[in-house]
């Protein structure tokens, strides 16, 4: 497996970014798929993930009716629209694969990508 994050940048307090995680050796739909991100000096928090086909989703609380993890038609790429950015938002994100049921747990998945930097700023 080898994920692929991309759609971070700058963007100002309130503003809106799309992250896309996509893989060309499985597809995602298969996979329960987490969404995390690290800021500098703090631990891997997870954000958001979603079961395999069904797609049950869940969020953590800090998120809540702002972000929303989606999949394509296709199911091989997934989406983390990320809606009123705050400040406390900029990390570094993570889109990761496992096998079994979603979880919210980062050291559950087995599979991650390089991370994309949100940096939310005015």
């Known amino acids: 497996a080898q994920l692929v994050e991309s759609g971070g940048g700058l963007v100002q307090p309130g503003g809106s970014l799309r992250l896309s995680c996509t893989d060309s050796?499985?597809?995602?739909?298969?996979?329960?798929i987490g969404w995390f991100r690290q800021a500098p000096g703090k631990e891997r928090e997870a954000v958001s993930c979603i079961s395999s086909y069904a797609g049950s989703t869940y969020y953590a609380d800090s998120v809540k009716g702002r972000f929303t993890i989606s999949r394509d038609i296709a199911g091989n790429t997934m989406y983390l629209q990320m809606n009123s950015l705050k400040p406390e938002d900029t990390a570094v994100y993570y889109c990761?694969?496992?096998?079994?049921?979603?979880?919210?747990?980062?050291?559950?998945?087995?599979?991650w990508g390089q991370g994309t930097q949100v940096t939310v700023s005015s």
């Open positions: 990761a694969a496992r096998e079994g049921i979603a979880t919210m747990v980062h050291h559950e998945y087995d599979y």
């Open positions: 050796g499985f597809t995602l739909e298969n996979y329960p």
